[in-house]
T-cell receptor, first 115, second 113 residues
Framework: GAGVSQSPSNKVTEKGKDVELRCDPI?????LYWYRQSLGQGLEFLIY????????KSGLPSDRFSAERTGGSVSTLTIQRTQQEDSAVYLC?????????????FGDGTRLSIL | DQQVKQNSPSLSVQEGRISILNCDYT??????FLWYKKYPAEGPTFLIS?????DKNEDGRFTVFLNKSAKHLSLHIVPSQPGDSAVYFC????????????FGEGTQLTVNP
């Protein structure tokens, strides 16, 4: 499809395990974002990649969270030693160049549940 | 520090009537505002946006109004349809936030047939 693709759609894991979430942005979009939505909350910014620039990691809640973007396309968000408060829907978005006036297009998210 | 607030968690309207969703912000550096619609188990879908140099933007049944002095924006849907039932998020972006969107908590709109 032509939209942002995220996998897996659902992930259930035990506390303390590591998880990897994947995002495949819209072809040609150079900007990629990760957000998360906890129950009953709005979307919270995590990290932003734009082309070859250093990513904006200012939204990552702890050093257990990391993300990379290989080849300027697919991105992986990794959460190490998961905690129950990490349970949320993790959403990826992409936009053309990341400039103002260009809306971000979201994937359907990965629902992460930590037992 | 909630910089974008949607004070109404829910709104219910009759089909054919107007839906008005409200959003307030505190950061005067925000200069671009967006509304997203979200259905359950799906990602947010971009709906309409407005630049801070404008006070109104219209797209079909959807109109966004911006009152910069009051730091307030609203989304009007006329006429409302049952398919409009979804969670609506207000989002803002500005110089100090780089390219990140700052979202409100969302308003659940229910349009009754």
């Amino acid at each position: 499809g032509a939209g942002v693709s995220q996998s897996p759609s659902n992930k259930v894991t035990e506390k303390g395990k590591d998880v990897e979430l994947r995002c495949d942005p819209i072809s040609g979009h150079t900007a990629l974002y990760w957000y998360r939505q906890s129950l009953g909350q709005g979307l919270e910014f995590l990290i932003y990649f734009q082309g070859n620039s250093a990513p904006d990691k200012s939204g990552l809640p702890s050093d257990r969270f990391s993300a990379e973007r290989t080849g300027g396309s697919v991105s992986t968000l990794t959460i190490q030693r998961t905690q129950q408060e990490d349970s949320a829907v993790y959403l990826c978005a992409s936009s053309l160049q990341g400039a103002f006036g260009q809306p971000q297009h979201f994937g359907d998210g990965t629902r992460l549940s930590i037992l | 520090d909630q910089q974008v607030k949607q004070n109404s968690p829910s709104l219910s309207v009759q089909e054919g009537r107007i839906s008005i969703l409200n959003c307030d912000y505190t950061n005067s550096m925000f200069d671009y505002f967006l509304w997203y619609k979200k259905y359950p188990a799906e990602g947010p879908t971009f709906l309409i946006s407005i630049s801070s140099i404008k006070d109104k933007n219209e797209d079909g049944r959807f109109t966004v109004f911006l009152n910069k002095s009051a730091k307030h924006l609203s989304l009007h849907i006329v006429p409302s349809q049952p398919g409009d039932s979804a969670v609506y998020f207000c989002a803002a972006i500005g110089e100090t936030s780089g390219s990140r969107l700052t979202f409100g908590e969302g308003t659940q709109l229910t349009v009754n047939p």
